[in-house]
């Protein structure tokens, strides 16, 4: 059985949060392995839209993109518009041509901070991908590699503050672990009922 399947039909049937849409976030460490995980989740739910909060950040606003977020996606998409917003070009440092994310049943929003307090209410669940930080650090220096290391230095900083200030880890409905040949996924804090079973999904 394709369990992610079986997570993805439990997806849809969620009541919708932000207009007609469903919107999913994603949230944890840098380096966790989110943006691997939100594309098999996309793939799983049919090629469901996927916002990377990588592309509303900037170099001098790593967290301080909640404004866009609200004005280019969250606002359009609460009315029953599609979403027009400009990613940022990390290389040339400057926005580049607006992007579609279109309506859909359930939208993906993956990103550190995605499941921040000015996000949550339109959320119908804040999945929180589990990972060590220190290690999830260590794991996007070696992606990144030695030309990024002084933007990590930065990163790493800024991260631990946003998440003092603004935790997104409490707030989780469900928390997903990295395991052999998967996922396990788990009750997370907010779950008020049940008992956690872990469910894998095969790699294929």
Known sequence: MNDLADHARRLRSLPPSCGAVRIIAVDGHAGSGKTTFTGRLASALGGAPVLHLDDLATHEELFAWTGRLRAQVLDPLSRGEAARYAPYDWTARRFGAA???????VVLMEGVGAGRAAVRPYLAELLWLEGDSERSWQRGRRRDGPALSEFWDG???????????????????TVIRQVPGGYAWLDGPRATAGTSHPLTESEE
């Open 155 to 173: 990163w790493t900083v800024a991260e631990e503050r946003h998440f003092a200030d603004d935790p997104s880890y409490p707030f989780a409905d």
């Open 99 to 105: 992007r579609v994310l279109g309506l859909a049943p």
